[in-house]
């Protein structure tokens, strides 16, 4: 049971857009950063996003971060078949003063 | 190309205890703006933190994991150590190592991951 709620799949056509949420608590999205993850099977995870809409470089703007409250999203348009991968959402609890992941989304480009 | 580099035992015994170590090659734990430690996933399931050390030395643990776990620096801070005792087949998983910004603890720097089996 992961601290920060994502919806296990989703899925869209090419060309599409597609939205990532990411649901916790005033003790880690409501007061902290969130960064987001991409991961290819088999391999290490990559930041897509930090400080809760950054991008770093390498990351297509066609990807967007959003935090509102106690939930965050991930925004990815235009998609294409190399988007599928899994998606992790993570901040810091300060409740528990350790970081917190999403049980993660796996995107399906249909 | 991953930029930290995981070393150990890929099998370990229940009840033993796992040690993992990761080294900057070429490079050191001295990276202004960043905090070491250790991420781990199942096979086949999420992301999961172990812990860090801030740059004071300070460590924070999962609290699942915290009566458990060590995570250390050797004193030139080339070597990063992760100590897991008494493990069991739950802690079977990759384990990466980790650079997490100091600003916002988004994990910026990663291994390519070591798979560790705990099985007699």
């Known amino acids: 049971q992961s601290v920060l709620t994502q919806p296990p799949s989703v899925s869209a056509a090419p060309g599409q857009r597609v939205i990532v949420s990411c649901s916790g608590s005033?003790?880690?999205?409501?007061?902290?950063?969130v960064s987001w993850y991409q991961q290819f099977p088999g391999t290490a995870p990559k930041v897509l996003i930090y400080e809760n809409h950054k991008r770093p470089s390498g990351t297509p703007d066609r990807l967007s971060g959003s935090k509102s409250g106690t939930s965050a999203t991930l925004v990815i348009t235009g998609l294409q078949t190399g988007d599928e991968a899994d998606y992790y959402c993570?901040?810091?609890?300060?409740?528990?003063?350790?970081?917190?992941f999403g049980g993660g989304t796996k995107l399906t480009v249909l | 190309q991953s930029q930290l580099q995981e070393s150990g035992p890929r099998l370990s015994k229940p009840s033993e205890t796992l040690s993992l170590t990761c080294t900057v090659p070429?490079?050191?734990?001295?990276?202004?703006?960043?905090?070491w430690g250790w991420i781990r996933q199942p096979p086949g399931r999420g992301l999961e933190w172990i812990g860090i050390?801030?740059?004071?030395?300070?460590?924070a643990y999962s609290p699942s994991l915290k009566s458990r776990v060590t995570i250390s620096v050797d004193t030139s801070r080339t070597r990063l150590s992760l100590k897991l005792s008494s493990v069991t087949a739950a802690d079977t998983a990759t384990y990466y190592c980790?650079?997490?910004?100091?600003?916002?603890?988004?994990?910026?720097?990663w291994g390519q991951g070591i798979l560790v089996t705990v099985s007699s």
């Open positions: 993570g901040t810091w609890d300060s409740s528990l003063s350790a970081m917190v």
């Open positions: 005033s003790s880690n999205i409501g007061n902290n950063y």
């Open positions: 070429g490079d050191s734990f001295t990276t202004i703006g960043f905090y």
């Open positions: 980790a650079g997490f910004d100091n600003f916002d603890y988004a994990v910026e720097k």
């Open positions: 050390l801030h740059d004071d030395g300070r460590p």
